[in-house]
């Protein structure tokens, strides 16, 4: 790789001020930083130095969503062939399956990158800064949690919504204080309801003659208990969005999340007993189908999991105090229940509960902070200090 590394050097001088190409320094950054280890560290203040960096932090968080990203895509298939067929099983026609997916998410794929990276691009080179690296996790997690029968030009709205309207206008990454991924997802929501509502079935090309529906629709149409058993739900080949179904898939990358801890297990953990919560409340005091469904249902059905995972424990938009973390995350999941149950015509709460967190989060922070101060000004004046 020194041969590439000695061409990159030879060019730079072009891209730097005084060459021919000033005005797309950004844009050259950017690749060289993706092929090589920049060299600029911190040199003064207080700052761990190691290894990491944003792109191998970045890169890891990539890897994590793989297992996800291979289920969902050999779903897609799946789905699409049992419902031309019910007698099909699921690990017929294997490689069908699997090139059915790939042929229908690897567009959704490069449209993500695509839009998302062109737009940052831009705006890195209007801003004349760096390009930075956080829009190589969004630009995976938005086909992951959108279904994948999903019209493209849509999806291309909602990227461009979510890039600009959620990240860039506040500085870019780092910036934003909402999950452009979920921006996204809320965009479609929002701006066409008949398609991302979750009362249909999200199968690629499904037969006219097939009836089923998501777990959560069926609860929300139906009022009765999904038809899949608890485990089907775990192991997650069933329709729904793309990367959101196997609860399997997506507790090995939680793993790698929690072990390099780039991950907070704080939130994790707090949104699972902010859902229990909910969920034995309901169970006590409710009197239907849905509020009488076993709390532990939630975590596998829907976005639960994958939001608990992936999109509650985004650094840039959660609680950065770890009392904050607990109480963000708890809300995270009783809200996420709360929402689902009491207005069904939302069934997704998940998406919502983290979008309105991610709003609430500095606040929870602040009166975190506070509350530290006052009991630090109050032990001070006990031990007969003055007042500061």
């Known amino acids: 790789m020194k041969w590439v590394k000695n061409i990159i050097d030879n060019l730079k001088p072009n891209f730097s001020k005084g060459g021919k190409f000033p005005w797309l320094h950004s844009t050259f950054d950017a690749f060289e930083t993706f092929a090589f280890v920049p060299k600029t560290t911190t040199k003064t203040g207080a700052h761990f130095r190691d290894a990491n960096d944003m792109k191998r932090t970045m890169f890891l968080v990539v890897i994590a969503l793989v297992p996800a990203l291979l289920v969902g895509t050999y779903n897609i298939g799946y789905q699409h062939f049992h419902s031309l067929d019910t007698s099909i099983g699921l690990f017929d026609n294997i490689w069908e399956n699997l090139w059915f997916g790939i042929v229908k998410i690897l567009p959704i794929v490069l449209i993500s990158y695509i839009v998302g990276l062109g737009i940052e691009f831009a705006f890195a080179q209007w801003r004349g800064h760096e390009v930075n690296e956080g829009y190589l996790v969004t630009g995976m997690l938005i086909p992951l949690v959108m279904p994948p029968d999903v019209p493209l030009w849509q999806l291309t709205l909602a990227i461009i919504f979510a890039v600009i309207i959620g990240k860039e206008v506040f500085g870019g990454t780092g910036m934003n204080f909402l999950n452009p991924a979920l921006l996204a997802r809320a965009f479609l929501f929002f701006a066409f309801p008949s398609s991302m509502s979750g009362d249909k079935v999200w199968i690629a090309e499904k037969a006219d003659a097939f009836s089923g529906a998501t777990p959560l629709a069926e609860m929300m149409v139906g009022g009765h208990h999904p038809s899949l058993s608890f485990l089907d739900m775990v192991i997650g080949f069933m329709p729904g969005s793309i990367g959101e179904t196997s609860v399997i898939a997506i507790l090995l990358g939680g793993i790698l999340l929690l072990i390099t801890g780039i991950a907070n297990w704080r939130i994790m953990l707090s949104v699972f007993l902010g859902g229990t919560f909910m969920g034995l409340i309901f169970n006590f005091f409710g009197s239907n189908s849905y509020t009488q469904l076993p709390f532990y249902y939630h975590f596998v059905m829907g976005g639960f999991m994958f939001g608990a995972v992936f999109m509650a424990t985004d650094p840039v938009?959660?609680?950065?105090?770890?009392?904050?973390?607990?109480?963000?995350?708890?809300?995270?999941?009783?809200?996420?229940?709360?929402?689902?149950?009491?207005?069904?015509?939302?069934?997704?709460?998940?998406?919502?509960?983290?979008?309105?967190?991610?709003?609430?989060?500095?606040?929870?922070?602040?009166?975190?902070?506070?509350?530290?101060?006052?009991?630090?000004?109050?032990?001070?004046?006990?031990?007969?200090?003055?007042?500061?």
């Open 317 to 388: 938009t959660a609680s950065q105090t770890n009392r904050g973390k607990w109480i963000y995350g708890f809300l995270i999941g009783l809200m996420a229940v709360l929402i689902r149950v009491v207005n069904p015509a939302y069934p997704e709460g998940m998406m919502l509960s983290i979008l309105l967190l991610n709003v609430f989060a500095p606040l929870i922070d602040y009166f975190v902070v506070d509350s530290n101060i006052r009991k630090r000004k109050k032990r001070w004046n006990l031990k007969g200090g003055e007042n500061v």
